[in-house]
């Protein structure tokens, strides 16, 4: 990842200009590598065509620690918070989780199916793990996310999509869009708008199939 420092706004402001992302290894070459386990094979390897955006916070409510990665890692301490006694078993991931400042933290290469949307509906097909990327926006369904997550959710999903062309700008969409009444993530703070113009398109994509709509 190659940034620019500018003083944007009188602040500290980073221009993410590009991510590479190595097809072979299916890895962000400049993200931060934590692999878990929780991952497995997709029926073929190019089995990609939708993107599927999150929020995550852990210990509830906090940020910059280590429960997201010890959750993907199956190493959360069930005694660390109380909430962990109820999702310590949990057997899950995301390919990718943007931290408040920026930081990329990869988990599952992007070949390799990542257990981040359970029961879940894109189009009429069922399972989405079996043909998303899933992107954890470190944050909640309550407060605003950062300038800088923006910054570099738009130049991953830009290097996505131009890696891997089975993946296209109007297949990106939210988990509580494809698990309706069972997910609310990201939430009402993530701003979609963000993402449509930056890609030029519509967002979050419409997740019924033509047979469902009237
Ligand atoms: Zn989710």
Not at 77 to 101: F, G, M, N, T
Request: with cysteine; net charge negative; aromatic share 8%.
């Amino acid at each position: 990842m190659r940034e620019i420092t500018t003083n944007k706004n009188k602040g500290f402001s980073r221009v993410v200009e590009s991510v590479q992302i190595n097809k072979n290894t299916g890895l962000i070459e400049s993200a931060r590598q934590c692999p878990s386990p929780n991952f497995d094979e997709r029926c073929r390897d190019d089995d990609m065509s939708l993107i599927v955006i999150h929020n995550i916070n852990l210990p509830p409510n906090q940020y910059g620690g280590d429960g997201i990665d010890q959750l993907f890692t199956n190493t959360l301490d069930k005694d660390e918070h109380p909430y962990y006694q109820d999702i310590h078993h949990l057997r899950v991931s995301s390919h990718l989780l943007i931290r408040r400042d920026g930081e990329i933290v990869q988990y599952v290469p992007f070949h390799k199916r990542a257990w981040h949307a359970g029961v879940s509906q894109f189009l009429g097909r069922e399972v989405c793990n079996d043909f998303s990327i899933g992107i954890e926006m470190e944050g909640s369904d309550f407060e605003p996310f950062t300038q800088q997550q923006y910054d570099v959710v738009n130049t991953v999903i830009m290097s996505l999509l131009i890696t891997y062309p089975s993946l296209k700008a109007e297949a990106i969409t939210g988990h509580e869009h494809i698990a309706k009444g069972r997910k609310t993530d990201p939430g009402p703070f993530f701003e979609w708008q963000q993402l449509s113009d930056y890609l030029g398109t519509s967002l979050p994509a419409n997740c019924e199939s033509d047979e469902n709509l009237v």
